[in-house]
Structures are given as structure tokens and as C-alpha cells.
């Protein structure tokens, strides 16, 4: 329903929001579709039930608790998409633990900035990942894991943090320790024995709905990624109002390539399905377009999501002809703006006719806007949608704040049960994002129809989106100015046809030093997460500033873009 006189709208719905944490729903779910499939964990091989999920949570929730953790307290995750992953997400919520989702990209130097911004205390990781040896760079991180009994482990440098747990999906049973200082996932699950069934219940019945139960990383404005703090009631009722859009139940079946540490895979895949009954299957640790296309035909998938990069991957594979993909109907494509022919694409050559396109942020629980299946093709590809249920959304003038006309662009701001909590231990950001009547600022900026349906025309924040990765310049910019031949560097996003934008580099040399951009890349190398590393670099004598001697970053692009022969950047179209 839109007012007339301004752009505001707020689209009702028949069903009420769910007043329950996630464990107390999660159980309903559980009594009602207990022998259906729930999980298909094809890398590992592992198929489980609603009932056979909800044990392996309660067992792995009391090792929690016998490990001594308890409501409140912080369980970061560093790892790749397995059943484990899932497994940790609900059993932390189980005992009102918070996750805290940690990026498998991430490097040293990244890694310690989320440990210690969440005041981490406990820490669950993989030994490896293709290039990515996770022990080894935690080790650099808390050389005491090379010397320390597991249970008195202790750092300077990272007070809080005082258990580690390795586990190997392949096999966590068969999870070895490789340093004195780790407990390993078999050790949890034993310990969990001496904790009764019966404390989980009481547990159950101390949590509310509105206690934190999740940090996510994102940037609220133009810095280093914050640590948005989140809830039971806007996880779960975003989850569940996303799959009610989606017309999602038990019958489905959803292939997810996208990554559990985003908020795409842990709200919009995992708990939309564990909030219905339906069944999600694991295609593939990392994303691989050749394991999802097979996920599909063997699992006969009904639902698929992805970033648009995922979809063209899958369908330029040199054998997407090989597959039956007639059971598919339904997904989400999100984290970059969706061109039409490929939407048009993955509505016919992958049989998706339902496929919808949603939008939001990590703030907003994340999802604010979702197409429907009912809309023409040409509202799918040029809107956003409209707003979900009791979710409320405005544009606003930037010079006022006030409400805008229908029409008029501004920026977009949202209000409503699925706003995060605040940024974990930084109150001032907060304060900057959500203002004194409860609206969030997403910085993206809009316009609104007579009907409700968004339009995204730009983007009043720096942040890059690259392929469904966020991506935040002032954070490769201080690390490049570590390097001792920069003076002066801007960080920044150009247009991209694959990955939507890729990320661009301006740099100053200090006087009388030379380097290439391979130099520059090489200095990234094992320090940045290599999405981040820049692909663009340019070596210039002096930037586009303001009068005040501000960096002018939108000249640069559209230099850049003229230079290149791209086109301008529409950032967030």
C-alpha cells in the first residue's frame, strides 16, 4: 500500500510476524516434517532428516555448553559451505550463542580484524581450502596454539578468544589435532555427553526473540567492514517472509552455491528452508557451476539461487546441455544488478520461470524487496520489487530527510522488525546509520512508483559490490599505503560485464620510486582477500579533488570508464 502524497509504502500481509527465537520454531518444523529430507551435503556425502538434523544440533549444542560457552557469548566460524557450518549456526542459536560469520577469504591481517572487532571467544575452523591453510595462518596469528593445552589457551593480542575447534569436513570424525592448542569436533561431541538433554530445554526457555543471535560483516558507510549484530525475530521472520514471497515449502528443494558466511546463504537459503520444511542441498564447498548443474538434475531441485556471475558461469559451462534442469522453478538472483538478457536466459534456458530478483542489506536482516512471480519480465529486470511484509520503506530527500514525492530520487531508507540491533561495541556508527526515528540509511538511492516498486539508480556510499562481494575501498587503501613506495592511492569501483564492477587502483609514488602493477599485485598476494586485490592499477602524478582537497572518486570513474571504453558506472541499477 503506497500513500499517494509521498513515497512511503508498507506491504501488509494476512500473516502475522512469528514471535519465536529460532530453536522454538525450528522444533515445530521438526515435529511436523520430522522423516523429511532436510539437508543433502553432496561433498560429504551426507543425507539427514528433519529428526536426524535436529539431534545432531542438540548434540552439538551441549558440547557447547560443555566447552563453557553460554548465551551472549561469541563462536566465530572461518569455513567453506559444509553441513558443520549448519550444524554450528543452529546449536549456537540453540543456547543463545552469537555466530559470528567470518569470511573464508579472509587472510591473516583480515582475520584478526573480525576476531577482535566481535571480541571473539570462541572460534570453529577448517584445516584447509585449496590455497587457503587456515591453521597455518591462525597459528601466525596465536603462535601460543603451537604450545598451549586447549583448555588454557590465552593471547594478548586476542583476550577474549580462548577455545579453538578444528574440524575436516571430509571427515570430522576423523579430525586430528595439529597443534597442541586445538580442541578437535570429535572432542566437543564427546564432551557433550556430560551435559544433560533436559539443560538445553531450560536454555530454551530463557531466550527471547529479541536477544542477538548473529554478527555479520558489512560497511555502514565507506570504512572497514562493521560488525552488524542481529537477532532471532529479524533472522528468522525475514527467512520466513522471504520463503512465503517465494511460495516455498516442503516440496522444494533449493541448490545453494552461495556462500553460508553471507547473509544470502545463511538467512535466504538456510533458514528459509529450515523455516518450512523444505530441503536444502549443498552442491559444492566453493562455488563450482559444473557441481550445481549436477546438484540440480540428481537432486531435481525446484529452487536455485545466485548472483548474476553464478548464473552466467553456469550457463556458459561447456556442458550446461548435458543437463535436465525442467524441475527448477523458483530462486533469487541478488548482490548485483541482473541484466535482462540474462534474466530472460535463466528463465528459459534454465527453465526458472519464477525466478525473482531481491534486494537489501546485511542491516535489514537482509532482505527488503523482492520481485514477484506475478510481476511482467520488465518489472523483474528494471525494479527491485516491492517491500516485504511488515517492513516499512521510504526515499528520502538527502538535504532534509523528509519524505519525497512518488518519483522523485533519493535515498532509500527502511524501518520495520528486520532492523539489525546495531553495530556490535561501535554506537556512534549506529547512530550514523539509524537515525532518531528508526529509519536505516541504506545509502543506495531510488526512486518509488504509485504501486510500491523500487527502482535503484545509484549509490551514495563507496562500497564495491563485485560479483556479490562487498567490497570496501577504504580498507585496501590503508593496506596499500603500507607499501613504502605510496604517497597516495583511491580505491575504486569501475564497470565490469561479468562481475558488474571490478576494483581499480589510482596510485602516487613517492618521489623517485618506480613500480609496476604486478609489483602492486604481488604485494597483495596472501595479505588481502584475493577478490579485493585490485585489477585495475593506474600510476598517476596527481588526482581529481574538490576545492577543499577532497578525493573527487567519481571523476575518477568516469575517467577511468571514458579511458577504457566502458560505460559509466550506474552504480546499484
Not at 528463465?347 to 510481476?375: N, Q, V
Not at 585489477?535 to 568516469?558: D, H, I
Request: net charge negative; with cysteine; proline share 6%.
Amino acid at each position: 500500500m503506497t500513500d499517494a502524497a509521498g513515497s512511503y509504502s508498507h506491504r501488509g500481509g494476512t500473516a502475522p510476524l512469528l514471535g519465536a527465537t529460532i530453536p522454538q520454531h525450528f522444533a515445530q518444523v521438526v515435529k511436523r516434517f520430522a522423516e523429511r529430507e532436510a539437508v543433502v551435503s553432496l561433498p560429504q556425502g551426507v543425507r539427514l532428516s528433519y529428526a536426524a538434523l535436529a539431534s545432531r544440533i542438540d548434540g552439538l549444542a551441549r558440547g557447547l555448553l560443555a566447552l563453557g560457552f553460554g548465551k551472549g557469548e561469541r563462536i566465530g566460524i572461518w569455513a567453506t559451505n559444509n553441513l558443520e557450518w549448519l550444524l554450528l549456526q543452529m546449536a549456537t542459536a540453540r543456547i543463545g550463542a552469537v555466530l559470528v560469520n567470518i569470511n573464508p577469504a579472509y587472510r591473516p591481517r583480515e582475520l584478526a580484524y573480525a576476531l577482535k572487532r566481535s571480541e571473539v571467544q570462541g572460534l570453529f575452523l577448517i584445516p584447509a581450502f585449496h590455497s587457503s591453510d587456515y591453521v597455518a595462518m591462525l597459528a601466525e596469528l596465536l603462535p601460543q596454539l603451537k604450545e598451549a593445552a586447549p583448555e588454557r589457551l590465552g593471547s594478548g593480542e586476542f583476550p577474549f578468544l580462548r577455545r579453538v575447534v578444528l574440524y575436516d569436513p571430509a571427515g570430522p570424525e576423523r579430525t586430528r589435532r595439529p597443534l597442541p592448542g586445538f580442541w578437535t569436533w570429535p572432542e566437543v561431541l564427546e564432551m557433550a555427553q556430560a551435559v544433560p538433554a533436559e539443560r538445553l530445554d531450560q536454555i530454551g526457555a530463557s531466550l527471547d526473540m529479541d536477544d542477538p543471535i548473529n554478527i555479520q560483516y558489512t560497511s555502514g558507510t565507506t570504512g572497514f567492514p562493521k560488525a552488524v549484530l542481529l537477532s532471532h525475530h529479524n533472522l528468522l521472520n525475514n527467512a520466513y517472509f522471504s520463503a512465503r514471497a517465494m511460495h516455498f515449502s516442503e516440496r522444494d528443494r533449493l541448490c545453494v552455491p552461495v556462500p553460508f558466511y553471507h547473509c544470502f546463504g545463511m538467512v535466504l537459503a538456510n533458514l528459509l528452508c529450515l523455516s518450512v520444511g523444505a530441503c536444502e542441498v549443498l552442491p559444492c564447498e566453493h562455488f563450482d557451476p559444473l557441481a550445481v548443474l549436477q546438484a540440480v538434475q540428481g537432486e531435481r531441485c525446484t529452487a536455485i539461487h545466485g548472483v548474476p556471475t553464478m548464473f552466467i558461469a553456469e550457463l556458459e559451462h561447456p556442458r550446461f546441455r548435458e543437463f535436465d534442469l525442467g524441475t527448477l522453478r523458483t530462486g533469487v538472483m541478488a548482490g548485483a544488478p541482473c541484466p535482462p538478457a540474462l534474466m530472460k536466459r535463466v528463465m528459459e534456458e534454465m527453465h526458472c520461470r519464477e525466478i525473482l530478483i531481491g534486494y537489501g542489506e546485511t542491516e535489514a536482516s537482509p532482505l527488503t524487496h523482492l520481485t514477484a512471480r506475478e510481476d511482467s519480465f520488465e518489472r523483474r529486470v528494471e525494479t527491485v520489487g516491492r517491500n516485504l511484509p511488515h517492513q516499512e520503506v521510504k526515499v528520502a530527500s538527502l538535504e532534509t530527510g523528509r519524505t519525497l514525492p512518488l518519483g522523485e530520487v533519493g535515498e532509500i531508507c527502511f524501518r520495520g522488525y528486520h532492523i539489525m540491533k546495531g553495530y556490535y561495541g561501535d554506537p556512534d556508527a549506529t547512530g550514523k546509520a539509524i537515525d532518531a526515528n528508526g529509519w536505516l540509511h541504506s545509502g543506495d538511492l531510488g526512486t518509488m512508483d504509485g504501486e510500491g516498486y523500487l527502482r535503484i539508480t545509484g549509490r551514495l556510499k563507496e562500497m564495491i559490490i563485485r560479483g556479490g562481494e562487498n567490497i570496501y575501498p577504504r580498507e585496501i587503501e590503508e593496506f596499500l599505503f603500507t607499501h613504502p613506495k605510496i604517497a597516495q592511492v583511491a580505491v575504486f569501483g569501475v564497470p565490469d560485464r561479468f562481475y558488474g564492477e571490478e576494483v581499480m587502483a589510482w596510485i602516487q609514488l613517492r618521489a623517485g620510486q618506480s613500480a609496476t602493477e604486478e609489483d602492486i599485485r604481488d604485494f597483495c598476494q596472501g595479505n588481502i582477500a584475493h577478490f579485493k586485490i585490485p585489477r585495475y592499477v593506474w600510476f598517476v602524478e596527481a588526482f581529481p579533488m574538490t576545492v577543499t582537497g577532497k578525493l573527487q572518486k567519481f571523476r575518477m570513474r568516469e575517467i577511468a570508464a571514458e579511458r577504457m571504453g566502458l560505460r559509466p558506472s550506474q552504480k546499484g541499477e
